[in-house]
């Protein structure tokens, strides 16, 4: 065991490998790694974050469902009570058209009813005077009998 | 080198712990010299070449490192950062920009520095000698200058980052006025002095002994299986081609366990037995390759406890070069 140069000579190497160590390469693999940890610690924070808004995000869909569902049910409602008020209208209406268009129709009955009678009442004078015309087998002066005619339409 | 006729483990030992030095006073390649001017060329060869190795390893991935999804390599030396990272933040509290690149260096360094011991001991030294070198150490932390220059860098650095952070009168009080007042002075001074220079001393020596240790082991485990060496120029291809057979065999059990139905992986710990037993037939046969397998034998044993050794430490050389830093900082 012999002490020589070769201390001082590995000294140097020693030092040089150092200070290259130091340099060239600690300092990039170490930025490398607190940079990707930095970039995993963000991504899950990210992460995080998205969750909680997507969790935000339902609550509010599900509430914006919620009411629109009890809108929806407010408006069918009015509508339900809207279309009860339409029918009963419209049957209202129709049975005061009907009542009406009865009426109508009855007093047409009755008119052409009147009519019909009256002429019939004119022609069973006339009838009359013509049964009896071939009954006495002479002519009958109408209007000498014309009071007993009237008498006789007034009777039927 | 086993060429020139019979060897002796005694030779053989010493050769392996031979360096390959450089005389700087007249440039010639010279052998055990006692000099200070002096350069262990291979353990600066390979301590250079694997401080680039991590660089080569480490730094494409810093200059393309990117915060998106990393690729396979890069997240490797990710793993290796953040725990150098981790370890650093548990035993330093200040701020510093040196302190944690360092450390990152340094135990990547030293574990590879450690591994170069898990290489057969003849492989390197053998194809150095086939290019006419004649002695070559391929452990860096086997050679105490390396080692200790390593320590004593990081002793001067704490040295130097004490009075960056506490400034010379802090210091200069620490260091005289502890542990037993300002009447002792010379004593308190003495203790500091011996307890400074203890640091460095047995940072660097604790490295040197684990790792020397180790290989002297390998070197007579290596030594041991001596009696059974082939002639020495055919021990490579029989070791080659006891390799090659082993490889292949494994290959093909490994194939027909994992290919197909499971009760085929019975065949992985039989076929792993009939390899064994087959080297252990060449290796009764002096002339085929003993010694290739023995070695490949022991020196597997004793490689899977060493990888322990290696391991831990590269950290411990790490943690304490952190915590002595640590400590040049903190008040006291």
Request: hydrophobic share 55%; aromatic share 12%; glycine share 6%.
């Amino acid at each position: 065991m012999s002490i020589n140069a070769t201390l001082i000579a590995q000294m140097l190497v020693f030092l040089i490998l150092v200070w290259f160590t130091m340099k060239f390469i600690w300092p990039p693999i170490m930025k490398a790694m607190e940079e990707r940890a930095k970039r995993i610690a963000d991504g899950l924070e990210a992460a995080d974050r998205a969750r909680k808004e997507l969790a935000d995000a339902n609550t509010r869909a599900d509430d914006e469902v919620r009411k629109a569902r009890a809108e929806a049910a407010v408006i069918i409602e009015r509508a339900n009570q809207q279309a009860g008020q339409i029918v009963d209208k419209a049957r209202a209406d129709a049975l005061l058209e009907a009542a009406k268009q009865k009426a109508q129709a009855q007093a047409d009955i009755e008119n052409m009813a009147h009519r019909a009678r009256a002429e019939l009442r004119g022609q069973v004078a006339t009838l009359a005077v013509q049964g009896a015309e071939k009954i006495l087998g002479r002519e009958v002066n109408a209007a000498t009998h014309k009071a007993l005619l009237d008498q006789l339409v007034e009777g039927i | 080198m086993a060429a020139e006729g019979p060897i002796t483990s005694g030779a053989y030992i010493l050769h392996h712990l031979t360096y390959l030095q450089l005389d700087l006073k007249t440039w010639k390649i010279v052998e055990n010299s006692q000099g200070f001017w002096v350069l262990n060329i291979d353990s600066m060869f390979f301590s250079v070449l694997l401080g680039l190795l991590f660089v080569f390893l480490f730094w494409p991935v810093a200059r393309r490192a990117s915060n998106g999804v990393p690729r396979s390599w890069q997240n490797f030396v990710e793993v290796c950062t953040e725990f150098v990272d981790g370890q650093v933040k548990d035993a330093f509290h200040q701020k510093s920009k040196f302190v944690a690149p360092m450390a990152l260096l340094v135990f990547f360094w030293v574990l590879f520095m450690n591994l170069m011991d898990l290489l057969p001991v003849d492989a390197l030294p053998t194809a150095a000698g086939a290019m006419g070198i004649g002695h070559l150490r391929v452990l860096p932390p086997a050679d105490p200058n390396i080692t200790l220059s390593m320590s004593l860098t990081v002793f001067a650095l704490c040295f130097w980052y004490s009075f960056y952070c506490k400034g010379f009168m802090t210091n200069a009080k620490e260091a005289l006025l502890h542990p037993f007042g300002k009447w002792m002075m010379p004593i308190n001074f003495v203790l500091k002095v011996v307890e400074e220079l203890s640091k460095p001393l047995s940072l660097g020596l604790r490295l040197f002994g684990n790792m020397y240790a180790g290989e002297v082991i390998f070197i007579l485990l290596a030594a041991l299986t001596l009696r059974y060496s082939a002639p020495a120029q055919i021990a490579p291809v029989t070791g080659a081609s006891f390799f090659i057979f082993a490889a292949l065999a494994m290959l093909t059990v490994g194939l027909f366990a994992y290919g197909k139905g499971k009760w085929l992986r019975a065949w992985l710990p039989l076929g792993l037995m009939l390899v064994i037993a087959a080297g252990s037939i060449v290796g009764f046969l002096p002339a085929i390759g003993g010694q290739t397998y023995y070695q490949i034998l022991f020196a597997t044993g004793w490689g899977i406890f060493h990888w322990l050794i290696i391991a831990l430490q590269a950290y411990i050389f790490m943690v304490l070069t952190v915590a002595y830093l640590s400590m040049a900082a903190e008040h006291h």
